[in-house]
């Protein structure tokens, strides 16, 4: 057996502004790095075997956290990207449905449309999903697997992740 842990990065300026970062490159604020070093205990206290993060700075600050914990060494992986939010990026919710009314508030409902210049959900889940496999692939048996990532890829890659395991039928 093998486990996989999610973790989702600490606060940044634009996550206190409600504006969308998408794959733009925020770093975390202060609050964000306490957060980080808040968390990261509870993780070394699971023995990570390895530890993946997207390779936006938001994320590898969060996970160098932990890695300074645990002496494991933070391998960075572009395919755990947040969703490209396309031309909302930096945009705050008011400003894109000033924008993009109808395709905005069917993104918020969770239908699997583009945004401007961006991405859909099934791609995020499709490429997160992947990389997960590829780390969980040379994972000895009994390893720990964190994954340092975004909210919406996180949650693309577990409901992905339960789709193709045949749990969500299980869970439902």
Known sequence: R????????????????????????????E???????AGAPALARMGPTAIVS???????????????????????????????????????RDEIIDQDRDLFLAWVAGHDVRPPGGEVRSEVVTRVVGAVD????????????????????????????LVVSGLSAWLL
């Open 54 to 92: 997207s390779d936006l700075d938001r994320a590898v600050t969060t996970a160098r956290v932990l890695a300074e914990l645990t002496a494991r060494d933070v391998v960075e992986d572009a395919a755990l990207r947040e969703t490209d939010g396309g031309r909302w990026q930096g945009l705050t």
């Open 2 to 29: 093998r486990r996989v842990v999610f973790w989702r990065h600490g606060r940044t300026a634009w996550n206190l502004e409600h504006r969308l970062q998408g794959a733009t490159d925020v770093p975390l604020d």
């Open 31 to 37: 609050v964000g790095l306490a957060q980080a070093r």
């Open 134 to 161: 590829r780390q969980v692939a040379v994972l000895p048996v009994g390893g720990t697997l964190v994954v340092v990532s975004h909210g919406g890829s996180i949650r693309g890659a577990i409901g992905g992740l």
